[in-house]
């Protein structure tokens, strides 16, 4: 069985992240992963778009845990040099983990230029002079309640800011997994982020 590679076609996130563990009562059904020496580099390509997807090495004795991790070659000022597998690779490496709940913590990142960063942070970023000394917020991380994401944090940068998105749910992991966990975050970047701009 495999995972859906996601198509990011004009999205926002640039960088996805999936850290997952399998729920403590399904764990006895999953046997012996197969430990990894480093972290396994693939990448695709959908819509002229080249997408780093990366399973991510566990600590020792951690074999409960699957992290993937999906980047877009935006986000890197120099793309990495090589990959060392496919993407079938991975799938093979977590079909054990198919089916199972996992605990997941979703976290994606997107570059907000400054005249399209929403009105809640812009409002924070003015500077406070007092007796020559300059004081102003630079980055911050908000609670969220009420919507799919639990916290945005962010970081100005010179252009704009670095926007992270996060969320934690039960999930399966089944062909959908990655797409939909992409959605989540995209369809919250629309509503908090890109809402007023």
């Not at 990495?80 to 976290?107: A, D, W």
């Not at 992409?182 to 701009?197: D, G, M, T, V």
């Amino acid at each position: 069985m495999s995972l859906s590679l996601p198509d990011f076609k004009d999205r926002a996130c640039i960088e996805v992240s999936f850290c997952a563990k399998v729920v403590t009562e399904e764990r006895a059904a999953i046997p012996a992963i197969e430990e990894i020496k480093q972290n396994m580099i693939s990448s695709y390509e959908k819509s002229g778009r080249k997408v780093y997807f990366a399973l991510i090495k566990n600590f020792p004795g951690e074999n409960m845990h699957i992290h993937l991790d999906l980047v877009t070659s935006e986000r890197f000022e120099k793309a990495p040099s090589s990959t060392n597998c496919s993407p079938e690779n991975i799938f093979r490496l977590i079909e054990p983990f198919f089916g199972k709940t996992l605990e997941l913590s979703l976290r994606g990142m997107s570059i907000v230029l400054k005249e399209k960063l929403p009105h809640f942070i812009r409002a924070v970023v003015v500077p406070t002079i007092a007796d020559g000394v300059e004081v102003r917020m630079t980055a911050g991380i908000l609670a969220v309640r009420g919507a799919p994401v639990q916290y945005i944090a962010w970081e100005l940068t010179k252009r704009g800011a670095e926007i992270t998105l996060g969320a934690k749910q039960k999930t399966k992991l089944e062909p959908s997994y990655l797409e939909a966990g992409l959605e989540i975050l995209e369809s919250a970047f629309r509503a908090l982020i890109f809402k007023e701009s």
